[in-house]
């Protein structure tokens, strides 16, 4: 995905490294339940026929990918969960097929096809999104990961009352931290993070005149829509007139 060359600094890299990690760990979640749902489908399954036995080991090898997911993320780890769901859709898709061929055309359900199709979309979606930063979720060194996940953490900590550099969307799921000269921006559930200088922040607002702010940013994970009510429009209106609002 096009974005600014601004996103490819150290410090934007580490950032992006957090949210796709964060977003890897919550696709671990996810196939980890998914692949107990297919571990006890599959176990009364076999009670049945035998021929089951494939929708068991299949859940068996989506709850390990889940496991290794959420313990290690990595791209690896989210295409082997991705390949894992496919592999659940082909196999369902087989069994129907084969039910309808026996004459068990009534015993066919149609939520045996949609759940693993929906469930291989995700994973091969946030796979192909996250696909441009394989090789920094892979050499990133840990401390520097570290490091910036604590700085986005420590935003959604401090109390925005007493924060004069700490602005929040309206939707209350994003913080901007207003430094010297730059700007940190952070999603609660660190599903992005990035920061910016004082004026490529400035050309990201829509229309700076307007009481109530609205930024768009490009960023790397898909564009960003923040809107700002009147307080927290005039704290990043006297911040980008003044010389400092607070240090890094």
Request: with cysteine; hydrophobic share 50%; charged share 15%.
């Amino acid at each position: 995905m096009p974005h600014h060359p601004v996103f490819d600094s150290a410090q934007n890299q580490a950032l992006l490294v957090v949210c796709a990690r964060k977003t890897i760990r919550n696709a671990a979640i996810l196939g980890i339940v998914w692949g107990a749902i297919n571990l006890a489908i599959g176990f009364f399954a076999v009670q049945v026929m035998v021929l089951n036995a494939g929708i068991f080991i299949l859940g068996l090898l989506m709850f390990g990918a889940g496991i290794t997911a959420l313990k290690k993320p990595s791209l690896h780890s989210l295409l082997s969960e991705a390949v894992v769901s496919a592999l659940l859709l082909c196999w369902n898709v087989g069994i129907t097929i084969f039910n309808v061929r026996a004459g068990y055309g009534d015993h066919v359900n149609g939520h045996g096809l949609i759940w693993p199709l929906i469930a291989a979309i995700v994973f091969f979606r946030q796979y192909k999104r996250l696909g441009h930063l394989k090789e920094s979720i892979a050499t990133m060194d840990q401390a520097t990961v570290k490091e910036a996940a604590g700085l986005c953490k420590q935003l959604f900590k401090s109390k925005l009352k007493q924060s004069p550099d700490i602005v929040q969307t309206i939707s209350k799921r994003y913080r901007l931290r207003l430094m010297s000269d730059s700007v940190l921006c952070v999603q609660r559930n660190l599903a992005t993070a990035f920061s910016l200088n004082r004026t490529d922040f400035q050309h990201c607002i829509l229309n700076a005149d307007k009481k109530c702010l609205r930024v768009v940013v490009g960023h790397p994970l898909g564009k960003l829509n923040y809107a700002f009510d009147k307080r927290n429009s005039e704290k990043i209106k006297n911040w980008l007139g003044s010389s400092a609002v607070t240090t890094a």
